[in-house]
């Protein structure tokens, strides 16, 4: 089967002593953190440095000039050199695509989506017969079937959007090694995607059909605006589904972990679910997120020698050139910033979370990760006797930085 066709949406994950050494290093992780916060906030190795404190986590993604994105080599790959403004720096054409976006990618949007997402979760909750696996049944399939309706994005009539989302997302965001059967798959999907986007182009434009993005893009472009090009709105389109639907299924089920691990805490979020108190119920999911996040951080590049920390005892001139790790996970833990970081405490302000980094390259769709990640678990903690699945499907399995499978029973 090629990349193209194939219905695994992850590639198998290592077997015997790489898995357990795999499962060791996640989970030694919060421990290895808070040694760091505490006794080496800066660690260099090598020419890479690892930043673990709230302070200097927010500095690194504050602070553009000094700490640039990676992402652009591996962007090239996927969109074909066309530019996408994630591998960008703060610059004109990172402004102008941006705002492009916005103009099409509204607020007013939220409710819908908010009501679509809800709606779909609660359907296939329901047609599930008491008992469900969370990361690819519930989070995956309404996270894809949403986002890619609301894009203008659908299934290709030959392979499954969410194995070629997730297979790009992997190579864009996880990939450190360059594992060559990797991008052997990509450079099978990559084409796929970008003719697979500008063919339903070429079609929404004869045939505009229903209001999403695609069908507002072309409508900008139609009336003479030439910043919608067909190479920004397939590239803008694609980014978009590389960098957003694969992320749900990857932290929402581990937000569901956590909230199984406190039976306490799940009635509450449950209390919220049934009371339709969504608000509520989106400050639980948030604080379970804080206990294992998307990351554990994110990368930059020094782009010039930049002295963190400026101050403090620990301050450290990190050279042009070296690559930072931004812990945003230890970060969230930092009892400096953080008030009594180990309690699940779901009034938190917002201030202490990092969930969709921070700064300039903010994750873009964080509003409708805010208006919807809740409600992708509210039909699920809405039905009685909530529970493990027995055996090991009931405790969630990771395959390197993807949540893989975590089975729940019901009724």
């Known amino acids: 089967m090629s990349a193209i066709t194939s219905t695994n949406v992850l590639r198998p994950g290592p077997k015997g002593f790489k898995a357990w050494m795999q499962r ?17 906030p800066v660690m260099k190795l090598g020419n890479n440095y690892l930043t673990s404190r709230y302070d200097d986590v927010r500095e690194v993604f504050a602070t553009d000039p000094a700490f640039g994105v990676v992402y652009r080599p591996h962007l090239d790959v996927i969109m074909g ?35 679509q997402t809800e709606a779909l979760a609660e359907q296939i909750v329901a047609t599930a017969g008491g008992k469900i696996d969370v990361v690819d049944t519930l989070v995956r399939r309404v996270t894809f079937t949403m986002l890619g309706d609301y894009l203008g994005v659908p ?25 060559p059967k990797l991008r052997a798959e990509v450079d099978e999907i990559a084409p796929a995607l970008r003719t697979h986007i ?18 507002r893009c072309l409508a900008m472009q139609k009336a003479g ?3 919608y090009s067909d190479d920004f709105i397939r590239t803008s389109l694609m980014g978009f589904i590389v960098g957003g639907p ?44 804080r206990f294992d996040p998307l990351a554990p951080g994110l990368p930059r590049v020094a782009l010039k020698d930049w002295t963190l920390g400026t101050g403090t005892s620990h ?14 996970a230890s970060a969230m833990m930092d009892s400096r910033r953080v008030a009594n970081p180990k309690v699940f405490d779901h009034t938190r302000p917002a201030s202490n979370y990092m969930h969709f980094g921070f ?13 919807t990640l809740h409600l992708m678990l509210k039909p699920l903690l809405k039905q009685p006797k909530l529970r493990r699945a027995p055996g090991k499907q009931g405790k969630l399995t990771k395959n390197g930085p993807f949540a893989e499978r975590l089975v729940v029973a019901y009724g």
């Open 24 to 40: 060791m290093v996640f989970a030694l992780m919060p421990t290895f953190f808070g040694l760091l916060r505490r006794f080496k």
């Open 198 to 215: 500008q063919n339903e182009i070429d079609r929404r434009r004869a045939d505009p059909g229903k209001d999403d993005v695609l069908s």
């Open 225 to 227: 605006d030439a910043g």
């Open 315 to 328: 301050a450290a001139t990190i050279p042009a050139g070296a690559q930072v790790l931004a812990a945003f």
């Open 246 to 289: 694969p992320q749900p299924p990857m932290v929402v089920p581990q937000a569901m972990e956590q909230l199984l691990k406190r039976p306490d805490v799940l009635a509450e979020a449950q209390a919220a679910a049934r009371a339709d108190d969504d608000d509520l119920l989106r400050c639980y999911v948030m604080e379970a997120m």
């Open 359 to 371: 700064g300039l390259h903010e994750c873009f769709g964080r509003h409708i990760n805010h208006a």
């Open 81 to 115: 050199g066309q530019p996408f403004f994630l591998g960008m720096g703060d610059t004109p054409q990172y402004r102008h695509d941006t705002d492009a976006m916005r103009k099409v990618v509204l607020p007013g949007d939220l409710p819908r989506l908010a009501a």
């Open 155 to 179: 299934e290709p009539q030959v392979g499954d959007l969410r194995v070629w989302g997730t297979r790009l997302f992997e190579f864009q965001f996880a990939d450190q090694g360059n594992d």
